[in-house]
């Protein structure tokens, strides 16, 4: 079994502030990990993922995220916020093959002038 | 553009009725996946494709059916509707199993 938490429903910050989402997971294979933006009236659009290899990944839009196995967690990061930021952010998590994929529940990013 | 179209954008229908959504994959993807996203229960996965056979189920209540056709694209019937049925569907594609592409999505209100 698998599942995706999400701390935060909302996150405020203020435009340039750094930008930090907050993903914890649980599975019992090892992880693919991905991070979705979805703005408003809109579908889900791949911001970065985890397969395997470089636990560091950078992803669109000046995103990173980094796997840290010990913490089972895959924090989003973005060093300075713009106000094209604001969306909602899904963690998901899957293993390889054919498993399905879990979201969290999503972290709305609000972003101040 | 992510490739995966859903038609259509919008539905209006009424408790009782029966509605088809519909899916086409981005070119060359095997595998469809239908989402329904509504604000109590968030995203939850319904059901997988791949190659025209059903591969997983998620959610997905008796009252809803999908099938995956011939040339890869989907349909997702809903039927005896209820006002909990509104929600956003959406229809995502894959092809390597790994990372999936998500439409537009429909958004579906039950009256």
């Known amino acids: 079994a698998q599942s995706v938490t999400q701390l935060g429903s909302h996150v405020s910050v203020s435009e340039g502030a750094l930008v930090l989402l907050r993903c914890n997971y649980s599975?019992?294979?090892?992880?693919?990990l991905f991070w979705y933006v979805q703005y408003p009236n809109q579908g889900l659009q791949l911001l970065l993922k985890?397969?395997?290899?470089?636990?560091l990944v950078k992803g669109i839009n000046g995103f990173e995220a980094e796997f840290k196995k010990s913490e089972t967690s895959f924090h989003l990061t973005k060093p300075s916020a713009h106000m094209s930021d604001a969306a909602e952010y899904f963690c998901?998590?899957?293993?390889?093959?054919?498993?399905?994929?879990?979201f969290g529940k999503g972290t709305m990013l609000l972003v101040s002038p | 553009d992510s490739g995966v179209t859903q038609t259509p954008k919008h539905l209006i229908t009424a408790t009782g009725q029966r509605v088809t959504l519909r899916c086409s994959p981005r070119?060359?993807?095997?595998?469809v996946y239908w989402y329904q996203q509504s604000l109590d229960q968030g995203l939850q996965f319904l059901i997988q494709?791949?190659?025209?056979?059903?591969?997983a189920k998620g959610n997905i209540l008796e009252r809803f059916s999908a099938q995956q056709f011939p040339d890869l694209h989907s349909e997702l019937n809903l039927s005896s509707l209820e006002l909990g049925d509104s929600a956003l569907y959406f229809c995502?594609?894959?092809?390597?199993?790994?990372?999936?592409?998500f439409g537009p999505g429909t958004r579906l209100l039950v009256l």
């Open positions: 995502a594609s894959s092809d390597s199993l790994e990372t999936q592409y």
């Open positions: 599975s019992s294979v090892p992880p693919y």
């Open positions: 985890y397969t395997t290899g470089a636990t």
């Open positions: 998901a998590v899957k293993g390889a093959g054919y498993s399905t994929l879990t």
């Open positions: 070119s060359g993807d095997l595998s």
């Open positions: 494709y791949y190659n025209g056979e059903e591969r």
